[in-house]
């Protein structure tokens, strides 16, 4: 009795062991929902000026003609100096200069966000300068924020009299944090809304169905419900008083079991190849060789022996055509090309089917061939059925 009673305990004991383990896994491939979603309507929004950059040391734009001049002229205007004629303007040190922000959403009046500034003139450099005034507006034309400050250039820019030069990256392009102070704040009234969208950065049916299902299993007095593969709609049920801010910080926090599909993402420009955790070939066989053509060019030369008939002694050496018109004869320029082709040979390879993407890695670093090479070989995978994987080239 008591071996039996001892023997269902260790049976109990593996059962929990089992279950605690697949508990693990699944937490291990699950993901907050704040880090694979986003709340609607809870977005940046983009705002956009034009201005000036004064005080740069000769590395500004050349106001003799173009909209540096007539901006600068405006300004001066604006602040009661009158220039006759935009001619008498000469200056070497203003950049006419856009500038871009994101106003976050539930900004409030008074707040301040970072601006960047991008020359639009040719201007050199935009290091020491600070930007003038500017308005911000947004995509419906009204005025968001203001900006104004010291511009910071990661970088700088030194040359020569003679046109030399030392650049370290990118300086016609700034920072200034906390440059624009907002002036007008975003009309959205959030808690007055009774329904949340969740949107998924990566669109998948699978995610979107378990988003639903923790949502509804975890959270009491409220509704998710399935839209498409990209939204779930969450809607609090009738006569619940809960407040949306602290429904948000409650759905976010959720753990979310995400599935993907299998992609193999390749860049032709850099050679590089990314694949997924879901990726699978099956059994092919490969034979991969290289072709590569050299061509070599070098001139020789034909010079003629002493006193060999030619042009009259003591008369001046021409060129013409590659040939040297001497006293003593021609001496002869003949270009000589070598061209070299090489085609590797190299015998079948089987690559074995892969289950996990360790092996199908395995596999594939079997063949021996660079990531340039992999590119073009993963291709023809495709074209032969062979690889279960979506295969996208950007």
Known sequence: MVTRTRRLAEIRMMIACILFSLILADSAAAARIKDIASIGGVRDNQLIGYGLVVGLNGTGDDVKNGFTRETLVNMLNRQGLVIPTSRDVKADNVAAVMITAKLPSFVKYGSRVDVDVSSIGNAKSLLGGTLLMT?????????????????????FSASGAAGGGVTKNHTTAGRITNGATVEKELPFEFEKTRMLGINLYQHDFTTSTHLAEVINGSIQNVEAKLVDSGSVTVRVKKNVDMSMVQLVALVENLDVPVDSTAVVVMSEKTGTVVMGENVRISTVAIAHGNLSIQIKEEKKVSQPLPFAPGAPVGSAPIKDGGVIMGAGGQTVVTPESQVTVMEEKKQLLVVPRGVTIQEVVRALNAIGVSPRDLITIMQVIKAAGALQADLRII
């Open 135 to 155: 308005l911000l507006r947004g995509a419906d034309g009204e005025v968001y924020a203001v900006a104004q400050g010291p511009v910071t250039v990661g970088g």
